[in-house]
Each structure stands twice: as C-alpha cells, then as structure tokens.
C-alpha cells in the first residue's frame, strides 16, 4: 500500500520507552487492547505508528503497512478514532501479518474499478470483521457503535451511490446485515421500506452461508468470499479463487488473493434460492 508523506503524530508501542504516557492520546485505556497493540508490534517486528490522515467521513481510521514492514493506523486528520476504531484496525494488522490477504480482480471483462472498491468494502471487509468482532464484544467494545449511530438518524439511507452500478445495492444490505448481525431486528427496522425484496432475500441467504462457514483461517476467509460472492453477484460473473501474491514488507510477507473474475453462468449460488 503507497504511503504519503502525513504528519506522523506519535510513535506509539506499549513495550517502547514512554509506551504509559503515550496510551491516553491513543485512548487505549482497555487492557487487553494494550495488549493487541503490543502483540501486532512484535508480530511485525516493528512499532505500530499513527498517522494523521484525510480520511473519507465515513471512514474513522484504516491499517497499512509500509513498504519496510512498519504497522500503521492512519487516523481522521479532523476527528479522533474511538478506542474501538483503533482496535478494529490494531485486528486488521494482526490478521494480515497472519496471511490474511487483500484481494483483486482478474476478469477479461471490464469489472469497473468502483465495483472492485466495493467487493473490497461492502463483501470482503465484513467477512473479515465476523472474525475479530466477537473478541472486541468480549474486550467490552461495540465494533457496530458506528453503524447503529448512522442508521439511528431517521434521515439516514442505506444506498448506493449515484452512478454505481444498480448490483451494488445488494452488497450494501449484505454489510449493513453483518454489521448488525448481533442486533437484526435493528437491521429489519431500518431496511423497511427501503430495499427491494428481493435483494432482502439474496442479502440474507449470503449472510447464511457466512454464518454456516464461520471462517478462522486465511483459507477459509477466501473461500467463504467466493462462495458469498457468487450468491449476490450472478449477473456479474462466475467468480473463482485465481492465486495467491506475496509481497515481504519487514519481517512480514503481505499477500493479496486474486479473484478469478469469468463469465455469468446465469445461476445464483445461494443456499436456498
Ligand atoms: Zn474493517
């Protein structure tokens, strides 16, 4: 991933000189996620650093990994990050120095670059997430804190944006409903009156086939991607794991699943559809 030259704010690791002043900045006040901060340091041999960011105002922080191996969080250059928005990145950088992989496409058809951005956001990030968010529940954080917040606002939309392609709808809901996997009836509130039956239903049999799956390994996570991917997006293509890429930053090797894009075969993978 490129890094810019930001204003590095601190330099932050619990088993560096000075670690105890720094957590109060960084509102690591739990415990167990001064403990995962100190863990993702060692796993990278490297301290984890903050960065003071321009971040999208849907996005409260976001790891990265520099090209010598150091663990970053970039952080809002506006607002702060909750303690559960640096742990949800601390999981991120731990997953990924576990093999964890970013994902890309490849597909001799034009897949257009907003629909791989979002494959990346709305399907591959919150498969993800269902790994790490019941150790933040049990750290006594709410890893949903932002999204119960937005959809609370009566005014609040859960769409698409102008232009995107009209498929992208059904990979909003998918998010929205593992986000609010613990709390559904939430979930149904918010959504009536304001998605389409249908991708209601293709929606909630993708989360079933999450759930029946239930991921722990670097494997299982892309393969559980494929299979989601070809119950929301028939009309897309056929997708299919491709390889593995490996790039070593530091001590760590960081690797990126390519996902075989080919042609539709017109028949949604769902569990019961
Ligand atoms: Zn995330």
């Not at 090209?67 to 970053?72: K, S």
């Not at 009309?235 to 390889?243: C, L, M, V």
Request: charged letters at 20%; hydrophobic letters at 45%.
């Amino acid at each position: 991933m490129r890094l810019l030259c930001f204003l590095v704010l601190m330099i932050f690791s619990a088993s560096a000189p000075g670690g105890a002043q720094d957590i109060p900045i960084f509102k690591l006040t739990n415990p167990a996620a001064v403990k995962l901060l100190d863990e993702v340091s060692q796993s990278y041999k490297r301290r984890t650093i903050a960065i003071d960011t321009p971040l999208p105002s849907n996005i409260h922080a976001a790891a990265s990994i520099a090209e010598d191996g150091t663990p970053i969080i970039k952080v809002p250059i506006d607002r702060d990050p909750t303690e559960a928005d640096l742990v949800h990145e601390l999981f991120h950088l731990k997953l990924i120095a576990e093999g964890y992989a970013f994902i890309k496409i490849d597909s001799d058809a034009q897949i257009p670059k907003v629909m791989e951005t979002r494959l990346f956001e709305w399907v591959k990030d919150p498969i993800e997430h269902t790994i790490f968010y019941p150790r933040m529940r049990a750290m006594g954080l709410n890893p949903s804190e932002h999204v119960e917040a937005t959809i609370s606002n009566a005014a609040a939309r859960f769409a698409i944006e102008p232009g995107e392609p009209s498929e992208m709808s059904v990979l909003s809901l998918f998010s929205l409903r593992v986000a609010l996997q613990e709390n559904p009836e939430l979930f149904e509130q918010f959504v009536k009156g304001k998605a389409a039956g249908n991708d209601l239903a293709v929606s909630g049999q993708a989360l079933e086939i999450l759930v029946r799956d239930r991921p722990q390994t670097p494997d299982e996570e892309i393969s559980t991607l494929v299979k989601v991917l070809n119950c929301l997006l028939p009309s897309i293509g056929t997708f299919s794991f491709g390889h593995l890429e490996a790039v070593k930053k530091g001590t760590v090797t960081v690797r990126t699943a390519v996902i075989r894009v080919d042609a539709p075969s017109g028949v949604r993978a769902c569990p019961a559809y």
